[in-house]
């Protein structure tokens, strides 16, 4: 009789709904036996799915934060999380319902063509434009301007003074982002003229 297992169910009549019985063996200890008719998952959650009542396939509904760790903060290995597309027609990756971001704020996304690596690039890196325009309200010297969002350096500057386009250096200067009128701009300068300002990162 050694080794022979007696089976006793203890649950009654299990119906197909039930994927474990409890048995009894010859020695009188109770264990657990799967049922050969049914799976031993039930269910999939958090961004899988149950597939023919046996197999996790990916995709469903995330319900709860998710974070996928190439590395370990103990380890000092880089490893690589790659999703590879096919090259057949229809084949892409595709990431629906984005929220609108701000250029003041955050970054774009870059890929490298060559290995796939995404990266990142500040928007302070960026091609931008920008104008600023102000009002001169006394005659106090000297005039300094300092548009908000101007960069410290610019590839591209014009300044005006009532629409009258001003030359760099002989009336006014650009000191790592701040708009300074030349002296003798200021001698010209008079309460309510508009100095326009304009640029191209």
Known sequence: MTGIIVSICLAGNADAQKKITSVIDNK????????SASSLLDSAHNGLHLKDNSKVALGGALIETTVINTSSNEDTKGNVLEISIGKHDGDSMRITGLKSGKLETDSIVVVNGGTGRLGYVEVSQLVQSGEYTDTIRNAIQPYTFDPAGFPKTVSKLW????????SAGDYFT??????????EMGKLISPGDIINIQWVK
């Open 28 to 35: 009188g200890s109770i264990k657990k036996v799967l049922d």
């Open 159 to 166: 300044v005006y003074r009532n629409g009258a386009k001003l």
């Open 174 to 183: 650009n000191d790592a982002g701040k708009i300074g009128l030349s002296t």
